[in-house]
């Protein structure tokens, strides 16, 4: 509990240091990842980020092709909207719902396809 309370808290801080830059202009998937997602998945979203030694369940390698090729586009962006809970996953992938806006949470499922080399339904 005490490890979910810190993972909050660390998401309320990047809110509220890069929130007032959302408005003014929209970030790039990249800089959404490796922003939002990367302490978790690693920076070139293989899953190794600085937090995985202290989480039970491992963050998922979004640069896996097998697995990544046979999730649905509906399904990550339905993951990375309302979080783990949402698919039936980990509470400890976090919902970015509130974060990211449609536009930019459809544009990071693309980005998601760019990181595994793969394609709904496809390897
Ligand atoms: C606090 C750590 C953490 C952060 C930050 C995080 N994730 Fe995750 N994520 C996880 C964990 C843990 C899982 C694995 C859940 C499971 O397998 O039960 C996961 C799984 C996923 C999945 C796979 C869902 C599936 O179908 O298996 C996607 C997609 C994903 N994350 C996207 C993102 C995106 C995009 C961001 C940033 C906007 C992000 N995550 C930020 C921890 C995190």
């Known amino acids: 509990m005490k490890f979910l309370k810190n993972v909050l808290l660390l998401a309320a801080g990047l809110c509220l240091m890069f929130g007032s830059a959302k408005g003014a202009m929209a ?5 959404n990842y490796r922003t939002y997602c990367a302490q978790c998945h690693g920076m070139q979203g293989n899953g190794q980020g600085i937090n995985v030694r202290d989480m039970d369940v491992q963050p998922r390698n ?3 092709a097998v697995y990544m090729g046979s999730r649905s586009d ?3 962006l339905t993951a990375d909207k ?3 809970l949402a698919i039936n996953k980990s509470v400890l992938m976090p919902p970015w719902g509130d974060t990211l806006n449609d536009q930019e949470l459809h544009a990071m499922v693309q980005y998601l396809r760019k990181l595994c080399h793969c394609q ?3 390897q």
């Open 27 to 31: 970030a790039s998937a990249k800089d």
């Open 62 to 64: 979004h640069t896996d």
């Open 74 to 76: 509906h399904d990550l």
């Open 82 to 84: 309302k979080g783990g």
């Open 120 to 122: 709904e339904g496809k």
